[in-house]
Structures are given as C-alpha cells and as structure tokens.
C-alpha cells in the first residue's frame, strides 16, 4: 500500500469514526435525557444506573450503525476528498500523473469493506440482541403489562388471546386459546391463570405451558390432541413432565411474534425471516418479503450511492466541505425517499412483486451511477 493510500484512509476512517461517535452519541444523550426518571428507577431497583444504561444502549449501537452506515461512509468520503482538494493535495497528485480513480481507490474500498461490515452486524450481531432492542425504556424490565394483541395460528387453527402479557417472563395472563373444534375431555377452549412460552425441547415442541387451568377444570384421564401427526395440546397422563392442572399448547408463534408486532422482523437475521415464510402459523404479508429482498440489496445501494456522491466533489472540485455536504444531504434525501417510497408500494401490494419493489432504486440508481462516475474509471 502507496503511502497516499494510507493516507487517505486514515483520513477517510478518522473522519468516518467521528461522524459515527458524534451522531450516537447525540442520539444517546437526548433519547437518555428523555428516559433520565426510568433509568433512575431501574438504577435504584438493580443497584447500578450505568449498567442499566450500558445494557439499553450498547444493542442500539448496532441497529444505529445498521441505519446510518451508508450515509455516513458518503459523507466521510465527501469530506475526505474535499480536504485533499481544499489544501491542493489533489491537484498536487494530478500534476504527478496519478489518475482521480487510483486516487479514491482506497476510499472506495473502504466503503465496500464497511458495507460488508453492515452485512455482518445485521445478520449476526442485531438478532442476538432482539430480546433488549424490543424493549422500550418504560418497560426495560420486562414486568410492565401490555395488551396482547390477538393472533389466529393459522397451521393449527387456534385462535391466541388472553388478559396481558410480561416480557420478562414471556407470559401471558388469563390466556384464552380457542382450538378449531371441540375435544373430548377438552372442548374448544382452553383457559388458566398464566401461560409461559417455552422453547422446543426433547420433551415438546414450541408452545405455551400453561398453568392453573380453568377449562378444562380436571385434566385426570384426559388424552393429549395431535393434529396431522403433530402434537396440538399436550395432557400430563401422556407426558410426565406435566403437572396436573397444567396443559401444554403447541405452536410455531414465538412470544416476540405474537407480543412485539412487526419488531422482530427489523431485528431478525436474514435467514430467520426467510424462516418465517415457510412457518404455516404466521400470516407472512408483503412487507416480510420486501424486506428480504431490500436485505439483499442494501449492500450495493449503500455502494451505488457512494458513487452518486462521489462525483459531485471530484466534478465541481469544491473547496467548501460544508457546500459539499449540502450537496450529499441533497442526494441522500432524494435517494432514500425513493427507496422507501419504493418498499411502502411493495408493503402495500401497490408494486405487486415484492422483489421488484426492493430493486427498483437499484435498477434506477445504478445507471446514473455509471453515468456520473465516468470519471473516475478514466
């Protein structure tokens, strides 16, 4: 690596790591002061308010880094190339016969490199957090009560219901499940006190355990219920692991998909989502397959736009960072309004093919990309 080369991508990630710690650490301040009572009260409950604070805010960098990186590496490289250019460097370089492409090369390459770095941090790192990033400030511990919205498994035909539901524990108060026909010795309905969700082990599948029933009132000499081979309602004469006065109902529906609406979707890895549409229990709409699509493309649109920016620096060779970065607002605001604009159309079944919908600014930006950036392929 050239000594310029090493230069300008120090340049490129100092300025790219400033950017990135000044905005985080903006949002943090203003969003903590927001929320300064229930860290308090968190603090006062567990003995430390910096871990608590450490522990809300440390995911959130992740998703932050997922939702700025692409314009952040634009405006790094816009300020980059703008410095060089403000203090003749650039002319300096051209005058010894070196080329802008084979100047920005280095700049080029780190974008790319960071943008896998998105790539990564949303597939491996965001997911493994999911159970904090869907927590808000108010309900950090997970002991508030919300309204379980209700949901219908539509592989077994239940329809999911009950009084409310508790993060922390993954249960549901007073659960109401209405199975699609009546059984003997159950019904068509099956009620207690409390169901906690409870992962697939050796023992059952994924479902919910629930405790203290009502209905049915006695589950002595009652059978379990499988459904197409399947187990459906899981009775202790059948499995030993039961308690009497408990019942086991199985489903696909994890507690995140019935409790925290479209949230586990922006914080799933890609291969959970693509997961979701062979799940018979979720009612997969357009905007989990849009969403699939934009995962796939969001690598090259962060590329593409540095390549829409790029050239506005380099063509005009601007002096004043602070025009240039007007210059990349402007870009950004057009950019992303038409990705978003494009993804609501898929959501909303206006574009009817969910993968066109997540291509169209591709397909729309590359050429103009191409055609702006003939510059730096000279």
Known sequence: MLLIDRYLLFQFLKSFLIFFISFTGLFIVIDSFNNLDEFLKYGDMTG????????????????????????????????????IQRHNEMTALMAAGISQARIVR???????????LGVLNREFLI??????LTRNAQDWMGDSKKTLQ????????????????????????NPVFRLPRNYQGVGNEITGANAFYQPATADHPGGFLVVELTKPKSTEGTASIDLDGQPLVMMPDDNPWLKPGECFLATDLTFEQLTASNQWRDYASTSELISTLSNRSLDVGADVRVEIHSRIVQPFLDVTLLFL????????ENRNIFVAIGYC??????????????????????????ALA?????????????AVSAPLRD
């Open 48 to 83: 430390s308010t910096a871990k608590v604070l450490w522990d809300y805010y440390s995911p959130r960098v992740f998703t932050f880094f997922g939702m700025t990186s692409g314009i952040l590496t634009l405006i790094a490289a816009m300020f980059t190339v703008t410095w």
């Open 106 to 116: 280095p700049i080029i390459v780190a974008v790319i490199f960071i943008a896998g």
């Open 127 to 132: 997911p493994r957090y999911m159970d904090r």
């Open 150 to 173: 209700q949901k219908f498994d539509n592989r077994t035909d239940v329809f999911i219901n009950g009084a409310a539901t508790y993060a922390k524990e993954q249960r549901i108060e």
């Open 309 to 316: 920016g790029l050239p506005i620096v380099l063509r005009k």
């Open 329 to 354: 607002l402007l870009l950004v605001l057009c950019f992303y309004a038409v990705t978003l604009a494009c993804k609501a159309m898929g959501a909303n079944y206006v574009i009817r093919s969910p």
């Open 358 to 370: 997540a291509f169209i600014p591709l397909i729309l930006f590359v050429p103009i990309a191409t």
